[in-house]
């Protein structure tokens, strides 16, 4: 017989590869249906691919908030935020540099940054309210239809790149081709994945949910530092997957939109419906979350936004420095409870070396991009 603790951790590892199965799955019949409908590559990664990366999260925060795990249910979104800002894309640029197309930098980002601020603003009470869950998927409902009705847009300026491709090259692939065998797509198979990968989905989910529960209350860690790490980094294995395997392609826009697009996902659909589902109790928010997590969710977004503009690339150490930025949020959470006694020294070499050093970072890189663009009009 396997021990408690052994067992909770089998659990974990079945239920993050059920994850990953039916994300793929979910995924592939989403993709299948979006190019049946001939839907951008960008628009598919900010809504489509988007929305089937984040089904492991939804499944799980859902769960655990009707079990009533508040803490897991918010620190998985929170967690998966920062784990696709600084993992995904990190792993993402350091495989293949990602060029940024101008719209997300005027449009998506800005609107991720507005509601990742949004966000923390509804949790500084200590709860987001059922009425802040119905204002996040309010939002999602506009944006999302935004999104569609911008298509078109998107649609031509695809079909200008692959024609300027076409007359430099001499021919290339089309920007959908995502392996996936569009000449054979039909409609039944994709309808298929998308209800096989859903029900792996609800499966995985209910396991993995009783392994981190169980692992928590085992090691005497908070649930909130749980979901913040080895939940959030297993429901992210989907996004890391696909964003991987657009980068390996060359597909930068599906490999960024589909982290903008997962974040946008995870706290407009999924913390939102979990904050209408808990009702007039509202969705409990950890103390630890409000002061320490939820800002550094915003301020990995924002520090992101000037990477997009400078060059419109993502560049290799760009994305190293995500890595180790992310490295560094880790230690944090396990430091406490290891070292108890490394925390403050940790922290301090954190605020005091760290952050002013990544600002000084974008602040000069910036600068240099920005003298370059005038000199370039002048």
Do not use: H
Not at 31 to 46: F, M, R, S
Not at 91 to 113: E, G, K, T
Not at 340 to 364: D, N
Request: with cysteine; aromatic share 4%.
């Amino acid at each position: 017989m396997l021990s408690p603790a052994v067992l909770s951790v089998v659990e974990i590892v079945v239920g993050i590869l059920l994850l990953f199965g039916g994300g793929e799955l979910f995924v592939q019949g989403s993709v299948a249906l979006a190019l049946l409908l001939g839907i951008p590559q960008l628009v598919i990664g900010l809504t489509v691919v988007a929305l089937g990366t984040s089904t492991p999260e939804l499944f799980v925060s859902l769960l655990s908030t009707l079990q009533g795990s508040d803490d897991l249910a918010v620190s998985n979104v929170v967690g998966s935020n920062i784990f696709n800002m600084m993992v995904v894309l990190g792993c993402s640029a350091v495989i293949l540099p990602l060029r940024v197309q101008s719209r997300l930098v005027r449009r998506d980002v800005p609107i991720l940054l507005a509601v990742s601020m949004a966000v923390w603003g509804m949790a500084s009470a200590g709860r987001v309210t059922w009425q802040a869950g119905v204002a996040l998927l309010v939002a999602l409902v506009i944006n999302t239809i935004w999104e569609i009705r911008t298509s078109r847009e998107a649609k031509i300026s695809e079909a200008a790149d692959s024609q300027g491709g076409l007359s430099k090259e001499g021919g290339s692939e089309g920007d959908n081709d995502l392996d996936l065998g569009e000449s054979d797509i039909s409609l039944k198979p994709a309808l298929i994945k998308l209800v096989a990968g859903l029900a792996v989905l609800i499966w995985g989910s209910q396991i993995l949910v009783k392994g981190a529960t169980a692992i928590a209350l085992g090691l005497g860690v908070s649930q909130t530092v749980i979901g913040l790490t080895i939940v959030s980094a297993g429901t992210s294995m989907p996004e890391l997957v696909t964003s991987i395997v657009a980068a390996l392609r060359g597909k930068g826009d599906l490999a960024i939109g589909n982290v903008v697009g997962s974040n946008l996902m995870n706290q407009m659909l999924i913390l939102g419906s979990c904050a209408f589902l808990s009702g007039s109790r509202g969705l409990t928010v950890d103390p630890t979350m409000i002061q320490r997590d939820l800002p550094i969710m915003v301020a990995t977004t924002l520090a992101c936004l000037p990477i997009f503009w400078t060059g419109g690339v993502i560049t290799r150490r760009e994305g190293g420095i995500l890595l180790g930025l992310y490295g560094l949020f880790l230690l944090e959470q396990v430091v406490p409870y290891v070292q108890p006694e490394l925390s403050a020294p940790l922290q301090w070499f954190t605020l005091l070396v760290v952050v002013p050093a990544v600002v000084l970072l974008l602040v000069v890189q910036s600068a240099g991009y920005w003298r370059s663009e005038k000199r370039l009009r002048a």
